[in-house]
């Protein structure tokens, strides 16, 4: 005889306290521990064998509510879930580890295992329309996101969306299907807050202002500290209107003759504002060299290079700073300034070396003169 496919047309309603248990008793296991609990899912269903169709979707799911339509296709050894859905509110903090997030030992990476195990015994596509996201204490949106999952291989990304404060589009590329997991970072965003994005980010707290950043980055490795080791790419970024927070530059380079001073106050009211900054930089094995670092601000302009040892969280940068005497002349400080140490509270030192004074017979004491000249030259300019 023929055989006969199974046809359902009608409503559905379930609930679930764990969607992980849930899917394993029907025997498809999905990786993780974190989120996926409390769910009620109900529809219109229409299905076809081992082919779901749900429409008029109403879906809550670890606290957030949202709705649309699912479709599941259980045919094949690994299922298929197609969604598109809306919601109000996306917290991905169940789903996503805090970027940054401390090891046991401050300042260090995670050495923990990265857990691409989500990504087994499901493939999918998704799009899901947030009029609010939260991460990691971060907050943006309205924004539209779009997911694939095939072969334990994330691809994840939005367009144009709404985040902090400016607009930008990304595409993140996790690769679970090989021993060493992978990760690839693609991001453009302009007009971001920027001390809101570099502490949400970074949790560095001394930088502000209007934030462009465009970034092209790939890493692999069992954990935070090997992804950060392996490092490669470019990334460039640009700030206007901005303020160094807890640092009076000109109060530094006013003191770098007697000795190394700390980079930054603990005083949120000390700053300098500047017009413009802007670097590039090269990545390769974890460290990001520039050789064009730019600022303008309104008493003087400042060049340089250096690198930033991502695995350490640590910066070495080398400038020139230039002060700004009228009618756009600049005269050249008789020191350079070296900013090196942990990225969250650097150092500043004067850089002089004997040997480029370009003076066979220059002493220590000479080098304390030239320093001193440099503050009698600050003082005369501005008072202080």
Not at 148 to 155: E, G
Not at 273 to 282: E, G, K, L, M, V
Not at 284 to 292: F, K
């Amino acid at each position: 005889g023929t055989k006969k496919t199974l046809t359902l047309v009608g409503t559905l309603a379930a609930a679930s306290s764990d969607l992980r248990v849930l899917s394993k008793w029907l025997g498809n296991e999905i990786g993780g521990t974190s989120g996926l609990k409390d769910l009620r899912l109900s529809g219109a269903l229409e299905s076809s064998g081992v082919d779901f169709k749900l429409s008029k979707v109403q879906l809550e799911l670890d606290g957030m509510a949202a709705n649309g339509h699912l479709a599941l296709d259980l045919s094949k050894k690994v299922p298929r879930v197609e969604a598109k859905l809306s919601t109000d509110l996306l917290n991905l903090d169940p789903y996503l580890a805090k970027p940054g997030a401390a090891a046991p030992i401050a300042g260090e990476w995670k050495t923990s295992p990265v857990d691409t195990s989500g990504l087994k015994g499901v493939d999918g596509s998704f799009s899901l329309s947030a009029f609010l996201v939260k991460w990691n204490g971060a907050e943006w949106g309205p924004v539209d996101l779009t997911a694939s999952i095939k072969d334990n291989v994330l691809v994840a990304g939005f367009q144009n969306g709404t985040l902090y404060g400016g607009k930008g589009t990304a595409e993140v590329t996790l690769n679970g299907s090989t021993e060493v997991p992978s990760l690839q970072v693609d991001f453009d965003g302009h007009d971001l807050v920027g001390q809101e994005f570099f502490a949400g980010v970074l949790g560095v707290k001394w930088l502000a202002g209007v934030t462009a950043l465009k970034t092209s980055l790939s890493a692999s490795g069992h954990n935070q500290q090997e992804m950060m080791s392996s490092l490669k790419g470019s990334f460039t970024i640009a700030v206007r209107d901005g303020k160094f927070i807890g640092l009076d530059i000109m109060d530094r380079l006013s003191r770098l003759g007697s000795a190394v001073v700390s980079g930054w106050s603990d005083d949120p009211g000390v700053l300098t504002t500047f017009s413009s900054a802007s670097a590039s930089f090269q990545v390769s094995d974890g460290v990001a060299t520039s050789t064009d670092v730019n600022l303008q601000a309104p008493l003087a302009t400042v060049g340089g290079s250096g690198n930033v040892d991502m695995l350490r969280r640590a910066l070495d940068f080398k400038f020139e700073p230039k002060l700004v005497t009228g009618d756009g002349e600049t005269q050249d400080l008789p020191v350079k300034v070296a900013v090196k140490g942990p990225w969250d509270s650097p150092k500043i030192s004067p850089d002089v070396a004997l040997e480029d004074l370009g003076l066979p017979n220059v002493t220590s004491k000479d080098v304390k003169k030239i320093e001193k000249k440099g503050k009698k030259l600050l003082k005369k300019l501005f008072g202080n």
